[in-house]
Every structure is written in structure tokens, then in C-alpha cells.
T-cell receptor, first 116, second 117 residues
Framework: GENVEQHPSTLSVQEGDSAVIKCTYS??????FPWYKQELGKRPQLIID?????GEKKDQRIAVTLNKTAKHFSLHITETQPEDSAVYFC???????????????FGQGTILTVHP | GAVVSQHPSRVICKSGTSVKIECRSL??????MFWYRQFPKQSLMLMAT?????????EQGVEKDKFLINHASLTLSTLTVTSAHPEDSSFYIC?????????????FGPGTRLTVL
């Protein structure tokens, strides 16, 4: 089955700096890669996602890059703000077909702290 | 929209009792729902895939007789934790894709905090 590794486990930055979180996956059949922000006791919130036919996607201060050959993808947050502080999870899934359809395999999570 | 609700949001029970958690898709039909468990300071781990009208598919290491899943309608899946023990205390979250809105995106319920005394 799929295995997703996420680094770093904790990340501390100053307000205004950039933050980068990296993930690798093992199953070359995975083709959908979402990123979630989770606050304590709450459900994960989708912040950005990317499909395997795209190498990069950007939404305001957030961007995701995907390298299918190397099987890794990264989250980039620019101009970080204290309200960006949360736990971030990457995930991988197969978006169509097969018994694994739609199943999300999550990375271990990154605790991001943005200091004012 | 695509809203998923869970009930209850929080439950405390005694060891040995059973607890039922409901997951509902409020504004869309979900033939498939997923159940995750999240221990404190850990990631979400998929427990099982709930399929409307058929048996659930459990992930390796998840006891199907302990975690009973029923997906009796297109908007409701239930997870019953049978003979709960303190080690079952966790945050249980369901999710469902809304194929009509977004082929890939999963919509998560708010989660159920289970505490077994």
C-alpha cells in the first residue's frame, strides 16, 4: 500500500518568512495530493491540492509543487502570518479506479509555528 | 456545498460498553465514506472504507468485529466501537467524496472525541 513520509515534524519561522514542508510517497499510481491544515480538535481543512498531470499550483500565499519522477511534493507558504500556525498534513490518494479509489494516506504532520 | 456532519461530537463511556458514531452527508449522496482515527499528536489513520449497500473494507490491523460499520443509506454511515476500552480513546473522523462537485476532494466531518474510562 501507499506510504507517505513528511518532513519536518516541527517548523518554527518568523512572521513574514517562508515555510516549506516536504512529502514523499511510495505508490507511483497515486495521482491526487492534497494538503490539509488542522487546528486542535478540529477537522482537517483542505488548503490546496494538486493532481499528477500538473507540476505546480498556486493560490495566493500557498503553492504546491509535484515531482512525479522523484515521487515527492512540497507545500510552500510565503509571507507567513501567526494565524498560519497549525498542524499541516500532506496526503496521497488514487483519484479513480481500483479498490483504493479515494483512500487518503496521510503524512505524519508538521507543526508550524509562526512567531510574531 | 458539501457538508458532512458527525454525531455525537464528544462521548465519554465506561469500559466494556459500545458506542455508535454517525456520519452524515447533508447535501449530497455518498456511496463511499471513510473512517479515520487520530490519536493525540498523531496523524489520521484510515480505519475502513464504508460502502453503501455492501460490506465495509477494513485496513490491515483494524478489527472488523470491534469496529462495526454500517452504510445503510446514501447519506449515513455508522461506526460502532464495541466493548470499548481505554486504548480506543481517540478522535474519530469520517470523510466522503462528493463526486458531483469535485472528483477528488474529500469532505470531512467535524470529528467525534471518544473517551473510554
Amino acid at each position: 500500500g501507499e506510504n507517505v513520509e513528511q518532513h519536518p515534524s516541527t517548523l518554527s519561522v518568523q512572521e513574514g518568512d517562508s515555510a516549506v514542508i516536504k512529502c514523499t510517497y511510495s505508490d507511483s499510481a497515486s495521482n491526487y495530493f492534497p494538503w490539509y491544515k488542522q487546528e486542535l480538535g478540529k477537522r482537517p481543512q483542505l488548503i490546496i491540492d494538486i493532481r499528477s498531470n500538473v507540476g505546480e499550483k498556486k493560490d495566493q500565499r500557498i503553492a504546491v509543487t509535484l515531482n512525479k519522477t522523484a515521487k515527492h511534493f512540497s507545500l510552500h507558504i510565503t509571507e507567513t502570518q501567526p494565524e498560519d500556525s497549525a498542524v499541516y498534513f500532506c496526503a496521497a490518494s488514487l483519484s479513480a479506479g481500483g479498490t483504493s479509489y479515494g483512500k487518503l494516506t496521510f503524512g505524519q504532520g508538521t507543526i508550524l509555528t509562526v512567531h510574531p | 456545498g458539501a457538508v458532512v456532519s458527525q454525531h455525537p461530537s464528544r462521548v465519554i463511556c465506561k469500559s466494556g460498553t459500545s458506542v455508535k458514531i454517525e456520519c452524515r452527508s447533508l447535501d449530497f449522496q455518498a456511496t463511499t465514506m471513510f473512517w479515520y482515527r487520530q490519536f493525540p499528536k498523531q496523524s489520521l489513520m484510515l480505519m475502513a472504507t464504508s460502502n453503501e449497500g455492501s460490506k465495509a473494507t477494513y485496513e490491515q490491523g483494524v478489527e472488523k468485529d470491534k469496529f462495526l460499520i454500517n452504510h445503510a443509506s446514501l447519506t449515513l454511515s455508522t461506526l460502532t466501537v464495541t466493548s470499548a476500552h481505554p486504548e480506543d480513546s481517540s478522535f474519530y473522523i469520517c470523510s466522503a467524496p462528493n463526486r458531483g462537485q469535485s472528483y477528488n476532494e474529500q469532505f470531512f466531518g467535524p470529528g467525534t472525541r471518544l473517551t473510554v474510562l
